[in-house]
């Protein structure tokens, strides 16, 4: 007589941290912190810049904007990629539109710096960038 196959059922426990709410938050936690170097002073623990990207390219070919200046970039899931600098480490997920986030030291003094890719690909956007936990507050928006 035939056997039924075996059905199992694999569950994951998530903890919700201020750093772990999406999956870009996944992303960064898996990154191998030893292979990319030590962190920056000043990179803050948790995300302060958010920005929704309104374009036709990729989650790729945004991480590539930043790659060709010299950002490393790598692919943190299927579709997803994160791309590091010395001073931020931003996640680029979901579309329609991109989400582009992460922690940046400096904000808002390199908030120009951070979108000038962006600008310069044409991509039209809105970001924010906020001040240090506890209180959080909005420190500056941008838009294309």
Same mark, same amino acid.
């Given at each position: 007589?035939?056997?039924?196959?075996?059905?199992? /059922?694999?569950a %994951? *426990?998530?903890?919700? /941290?201020? !750093?772990?709410r999406?999956?870009?938050?996944f992303?960064? &936690?898996s !990154?191998?912190? *030893?292979a990319? =170097?030590?962190?920056? &002073?000043?990179i803050?623990? =948790?995300s302060?810049?958010?920005?929704? #990207?309104? /374009?036709?390219l990729?989650?790729?070919?945004?991480? =590539?904007? @930043?790659g &060709?200046?010299?950002w490393? $970039?790598? !692919?943190?899931?299927?579709v997803?990629?994160?791309?590091?600098?010395?001073? *931020?480490? #931003?996640?680029?997920?979901?579309e329609?539109p991109?989400?582009?986030?992460?922690p940046?030291?400096?904000l808002?003094?390199?908030?120009?710096? #951070? $979108? %000038?890719p962006?600008?310069?690909?044409?991509?039209?956007f809105t %970001?924010?960038? @906020?001040g240090?936990?506890?209180d =959080?507050e909005?420190?500056?928006?941008?838009?294309s």
């Open positions: 007589m035939p056997r039924e196959p075996t059905r199992v /059922t694999i %994951a *426990a998530v903890t919700t /941290t201020p !750093k772990s999406s999956l870009g938050a992303c960064s &936690a !990154k191998p912190r *030893a990319e =170097g030590a962190r920056v &002073a000043g803050p623990d =948790g302060n810049f958010y920005s929704s #990207l309104y /374009t036709a990729t989650r790729e070919q945004v991480a =590539g904007l @930043y &060709a200046l010299g490393r $970039v790598r !692919k943190c899931s299927w997803d990629y994160e791309v590091f600098s010395d001073w *931020a480490e #931003l996640v680029i997920e979901a329609s991109i989400l582009m986030h992460g940046v030291a400096d808002p003094a390199r908030a120009e710096e #951070l $979108v %000038a962006l600008r310069a690909a044409g991509v039209t %970001a924010e960038c @906020y240090a936990w506890p =959080g909005l420190l500056l928006e941008l838009r």
